[in-house]
């Protein structure tokens, strides 16, 4: 068993006769039309927008409030020649609009200069000395972009020293906002704009369309990448901008989209919302992250062919560089944690995960949480600790059913600042304050999360066969392109399919390959940063899968793939390791694999039974491998297995709490097996470990007529010698009898009186005593170690694993 890390919520399918009318009204296909519905598109007028709303379908951006005074002011400053100054963000969104604003601005002519904050020393919004810095330049009117909207005290600064400030922000706005000129922002509580989900460049772009008063096109590769770096829903207006976006970045004049993407080594005309999302966004965010944001600035803006590549080669080395950082520091909170845990009282994660170190760089602590909180899926906390100072600077990342923001707001006398929302947040604090903060967090957890709460959840929008998974099939799904927030690619399960081949591929061998098949059917399969579960299935493996269809081209060859997002084995696994040389060496590396999956601690605790013979364990003192882990065990015919008796540091275990079960040794009867397998509830993997040997050496009890041939050879030599093989090996070729078995026959006969060892030497007994052979107790034991070795040991690995693996209930 492999089980799943995360719930799968299959999407309740329409009613046929909707999906049909949908579908004729349309003109979609039905399975178009279903993907539809499911999606909350369910009228002829909403399929009509979604599939193909077009500029005009935009809204007048002066229904934005505060739009005409925005507008008002900033023409009067282009009027009177007054100095302008574009006041940004450090993320891709700030970025992005900071960049709209100034090739505006150049096409208005304006007299305006720009200034985003260094991230690590002035931190997020607007700030009084850069405030002080505008008055010094001569700054008549600040716009910003993408922030502003919470920077009442600075505006308020700004008003005192005769500037004034025209906001454009998305973001969420607070009680008690700034007294600015104009306030530009669609969630402003009393804002009639109709749509809401708008990036902050989106927002610029508005102020863009309402001050050209016409939709300026040349625009729109901006608010493409910031729409999509910054998560915003790819529904409404940011699906049309985007969708139009999108396609003017595949014949893109900018000089910087264009040398980003021959830095990453991207063609153009393959460019979609995956590529923006993680090849050009992540190389903009690295300059704000590690050095300055306005380097980002200055790719998307220069007019310098020259300037460009160099400028992308840049931000290419500098996310390599963020690559390594994050790795490294993501590495050290791992290692903290399992410290934690180890050193914990029950040994179990922490509901809430709070990490903190020295010289941690804040500008990636949040790509760290990231992580962390998707290999754990817990609410995570990373902080950088000044060791100068004390300061803690944070970034935090949350999991649904617990509110970041207003667990803040229940430690904020511990906190130097904090703000954010339910799913992320950042903070400030003393170092003093870190054992406490921890503390609080998780006993604010213990109230509201329960372990239903601790699995991430994947919703799907269709369960298919093999056999759909075609190559025109996918292209048909393109109609719902593009993809991202509030409008996923299409998730499908995949059930029940037979594993041709694992490997492990990339330069740490960290990404998993599958070839799965059904029938004939092949399909391939991709699973990203797992590739150590290739470990974790047998040969005979067979999956269930969750992930997005995509075609893979290679050589000029399209073909269907999987991009697999989760994946199980529903049912025990068992693995056929027969021969291993070392089983106890095997057992340590295997559980290591399951630990390095980051499978082995997630689901119940961690009972592993070690299955040896009584005479096995007699050579050890103490158990041969960690007692907090595995349980040595023998088996018992009563009970399937019992504890070794006097082995030290052994713990209680109950055979139906086992989850591994390592078999080194082979059962003295079949029986203890099926106990086994009948009374281990909670058994998800059994590996096979025992010796191996030819199945033609393997015990068979013989035939009657196979004895009586045995018998009439052994009169025809009356006596021959007990140490010399001769006659064995004689009889082995004129009987076909393995030697092993002929040794049991011969201490048949021995019992039963028909032939007697005398003197180094067996005899034939004259006129023995009639007996029936199965009598005989040495007849018995042939029969039960034969019954053991044909059903364990003569048998292929597909035969071993349907006798050990069954189908979970």
Known sequence: MLHSKMKWLLKENPQPEQVRRLAEETGVSTFIAQMLIVRGIDTAEQVEMFLHGTLTDLHDP???????????????????????????????????STSLMIELFRELGANFDTYIPHRMTEGYGMNNPAIDHAAEHGVALIVTVDTGISAVDQIAYANQLGIDVVVTDHHEPPDVLPNAVALVNPKIHDCPYPFKGLAGVGV???????????????????????????????????????????????????????????????????????????????????????EHAMQAVELLTTRDVAEAKQLAEHLDALNRARQDIVEEITAEAVEQLEQKIAGSQDGLLPKVIVLAGEGWNVGVIGIVASKILERYYRPTLI???????????????????????DALTECSELLDHYGGHEAAAGLTMERDHLAAFEARMISLAERCLTPEHEMASVEIDLECKLSDATVAFIESLEELAPFGMANPAPRVKLRRLRLKESRQIGQEKQHLKLTLAEGRMELDAISFRNGPLANLMNDEAVLDLVGELQINEWNGRRKAQLLVQDLAVPYVQCYDGRGIRNPLQYIEKTHSAWEQ?????????????????????????????????????????????????????????????????????????????????????RLERIYILYDNMPTEDCLRVPSREEFKRVYVDMMKERSWSAAENTFIQGMKQRTGLSERTLQHVMNVFTELGFIQEVSGRVTIVEQPQKADLTTAQAYRDLERKSAVEEQLLAVSTAQLARRFGRQSV
């Not at 100054?85 to 450090?90: N, S």
């Not at 950088?384 to 803690?392: M, Y």
């Not at 109950?654 to 009948?678: G, N």
């Open 383 to 405: 902080l950088g600790i000044d060791a100068d100072t004390g300061k803690c600077k944070g970034s935090a990342r949350s999991i649904d059913g617990f509110n970041l923001y």
């Open 62 to 96: 002066f229904l934005l409030k505060g739009m005409a005074t925005a507008v008002e002011r900033i023409e009067r400053a282009l009027e009177q020649g007054e100095k302008i100054r574009i006041y940004g963000d450090y993320d891709a969104d700030g970025v992005s």
């Open 204 to 290: 610029a772009f508005k102020l863009a369309h309402a001050l050209l008063g016409r939709v300026p096109e040349e625009l729109l590769e901006f608010v493409t990448l910031g729409t999509i770096a910054d998560l915003m829903p790819l529904t409404g207006e940011n699906r049309i901008l985007v969708r139009y976006g999108l396609e003017r970045m595949r014949h893109s004049t900018n000089l910087g989209v264009r040398a980003l993407f021959e830095t990453a080594d991207m063609k153009l005309p393959q460019i979609g919302s995956t590529q923006v999302a993680f090849a050009m966004a992540p190389r903009i965010n690295a300059s704000g992250r590690l």
């Open 597 to 681: 999956a980051g499978r082995s601690s997630i689901y119940g605790p961690k009972l592993q039974g070690v299955v040896a013979s009584d005479s096995y364990w007699m050579q050890w003192d103490v158990p041969p491998l960690n007692a907090e882990i595995f349980t040595c065990l023998v088996y018992d015919r009563e009970v399937g297995l019992r504890p070794i008796p006097g082995m030290s540091d052994q713990p209680h275990v109950e055979l139906s709490d086992l989850q591994t079960i390592y078999l080194i040794d082979l059962p003295e009867e079949v029986a203890a097996v099926d106990l086994i397998l009948q009374h281990a509830a």
